[in-house]
T-cell receptor, first 116, second 109 residues
Framework: DGGITQSPKYLFRKEGQNVTLSCEQN?????MYWYRQDPGQGLRLIYY???????QKGDIAEGYSVSREKKESFPLTVTSAQKNPTAFYLC???????????????FGSGTRLTVV | DAKTTQPTSMDCAEGRAANLPCNHS???????VYWYRQIHSQGPQYIIH???NNETNEMASLIITEDRKSSTLILPHATLRDTAVYYC??????????FGTGTRLQVFP
């Protein structure tokens, strides 16, 4: 079955360390996204990519970095510059806007990052 | 900023219809209305979307007003498993989905 996979499900990081969250999709979607969710809050967009080798900053990109070397993969690195990284991170993929009538976003099951 | 406003929370009795309202008064003519829901600690799940016409699928119905300034998501026979946070979203031109805080629907026995 096609889907989007995030790993790991739970991740612990020491302060000052960089950590990379994995996101892989086999839906042949062009666009991919990273969101952050804090307890009791909605989702906030970190980065998004509409095509391979291109990505754009979202609303809260500071302290994060991404790459999009393959259509299937969109890893997110949480750097030591991110002052409050403990959160639930969600990856999503979608078809391009001009084909929006065919459906919406597909989300992964998330990675819960805790800084210890 | 989110382009939609929703009530913070709602209750619904099991087996009854749940009607979740959403206001999107600044929506543009080519922007779709999307609904997602998120069960605790899981990724959001796509429910339905529409542009002008009312839509129905196996999960829900979407009623969009003629002026497109508001919409209602209808779960015709709510179950306990429908307890979740429901997000109403307008898809902006750059392909991003901007989430608000959603409506927390509690279905009770």
């Amino acid at each position: 079955d096609g889907g989007i996979t995030q790993s790991p499900k739970y991740l612990f990081r020491k302060e000052g360390q960089n950590v990379t969250l994995s996101c892989e999709q086999n839906l042949n979607h062009d666009a991919m996204y990273w969101y952050r969710q804090d307890p009791g809050q909605g989702l906030r967009l970190i980065y998004y990519s509409q095509i391979v080798n291109d990505f754009q900053k979202g609303d809260i990109a500071e302290g994060y970095s991404v790459s999009r070397e393959k259509k299937e993969s969109f890893p997110l690195t949480v750097t030591s510059a991110q002052k409050n990284p403990t959160a639930f991170y969600l990856c999503a993929s979608s078809i391009p806007l001009y084909r929006v009538g065919l459906g919406g976003y597909t989300f992964g099951s998330g990675t819960r990052l805790t800084v210890v | 900023d989110a382009k939609t406003t929703q009530p913070t929370s709602m209750d619904c009795a099991e087996g009854r219809a749940a009607n979740l309202p959403c206001n999107h008064s600044t929506i543009s003519g080519n922007e779709y209305v999307y609904w997602y829901r998120q069960i605790h600690s899981q990724g959001p799940q796509y429910i339905i979307h529409g542009l002008k016409n009312n839509e129905t699928n196996e999960m829900a119905s979407l009623i969009i007003t003629e002026d497109r300034k508001s919409s209602t998501l209808i779960l015709p026979h709510a179950t306990l498993r429908d307890t979740a946070v429901y997000y109403c979203i307008v898809r902006v031109g750059s392909d991003k989905l901007i989430f608000g805080t959603g409506t927390r629907l509690q279905v009770f026995p």
